[in-house]
């Protein structure tokens, strides 16, 4: 995963560790030693995702705000 998207928020498809395919909505804070460090935006909880088991990723679309 590059490292552009540390700080923003991005939806993950990952294999966890029981083999599940599971999707999650993450608002990215490091990535290190091959582990992403991040929080849960539904949860709001800490979450760390092994970076090899991200099938897929994609940055979240905020509505734009106005004044």
Do not use: W
């Not at 979450?47 to 004044?67: K, S």
């Amino acid at each position: 995963m590059p490292r552009k998207y540390i700080g923003r928020q991005v939806e993950i498809v990952y294999l966890d560790r029981h083999g599940k395919v599971s999707q999650r909505n993450i608002e990215i804070h490091q990535i290190r030693n091959g582990n992403i460090y991040s929080i849960c935006l539904f949860t709001g909880g800490p979450r760390t995702f092994n970076e090899e088991n991200v099938l897929a990723y994609r940055p979240v679309r905020t509505a734009a705000r106005t004044a």
